[in-house]
T-cell receptor
Framework: KQEVTQIPAALSVPEGENLVLNCSFT??????LQWFRQDPGKGLTSLLL?????REQTSGRLNASLDKSSGRSTLYIAASQPGDSATYLC???????????FGSGTQLTVLP | NAGVTQTPKFQVLKTGQSMTLQCAQD?????MSWYRQDPGMGLRLIHY???????DQGEVPNGYNVSRSTTEDFPLRLLSAAPSQTSVYFC?????????????FGQGTRLTVV
């Protein structure tokens, strides 16, 4: 069974710090990987989609990388702000399944 | 710019009651799905559909029914609600292609079964 793991489950950092969130997956045969943000009581907002042929994607202060061979992705957030506080979810579309498999998320708190 | 719309946002049911969670998308996506999100367990797939008239089971389908009569709508029915179905339910949609398939989610329905 393919699995997606996110460590740590929670992270607290001071404002302005650069940070990295980690996502690992058990099978390198993937179509794509997607990072989402979820605010408390809200839905999931797509941040970045990385296709299997890509190594990274950037959007503003966010940069996501993908290393299929090691089964890892990282989400880099530059110059963190209190407004970045949320839960960040990683989801993988494995080649053997048509459905996204989600990690349990990392709850990020950026302290003013 | 509606995207994926879910109704209702909140619902309280008594054990044994039935109800339908509504999901509609206006992006002409072929693929639609329902997830439930529980603390410590992440998002788990309930049912999905690859097009009108086609549905299939996900990881946790028991107690739920779906149908897909149109491309736009994908309702989720709870036949006889149980406390174990207390959860937050999310509907998602995407194009059917396997490469550039960004998934879009609704705002969720928070269901409590008492």
């Amino acid at each position: 069974k393919q699995e997606v793991t996110q460590i740590p489950a929670a992270l607290s950092v001071p404002e302005g710090e650069n940070l990295v969130l980690n996502c690992s997956f058990t099978d390198s045969a993937i179509y794509n990987l997607q990072w989402f943000r979820q605010d408390p009581g809200k839905g999931l907002t797509s941040l970045l989609l990385i296709q299997s042929s890509q190594r990274e994607q950037t959007s503003g202060r966010l940069n996501a990388s993908l290393d299929k061979s090691s089964g890892r992705s990282t989400l880099y957030i530059a110059a963190s702000q209190p407004g970045d506080s949320a839960t960040y979810l990683c989801a993988v579309l494995f080649r053997s399944a048509r459905q996204l498999t989600f990690g349990s998320g990392t709850q990020l708190t950026v302290l003013p | 710019n509606a995207g994926v719309t879910q109704t209702p946002k909140f619902q309280v049911l008594k054990t044994g009651q039935s109800m339908t969670l509504q999901c509609a998308q206006d992006m002409n996506h072929e693929y639609m799905s329902w997830y439930r999100q529980d603390p410590g367990m992440g998002l788990r797939l309930i049912h999905y559909s690859v097009g009108a008239g086609i549905t299939d089971q996900g990881e946790v389908p028991n107690g739920y029914n779906v149908s897909r009569s149109t491309t736009e709508d994908f309702p989720l029915r709870l036949l006889s609600a149980a406390p174990s179905q207390t959860s937050v339910y999310f509907c998602a949609s995407s194009y059917l292609g396997l490469l550039d398939t960004e998934a879009f989610f609704g705002q969720g329905t928070r269901l409590t079964v008492v």
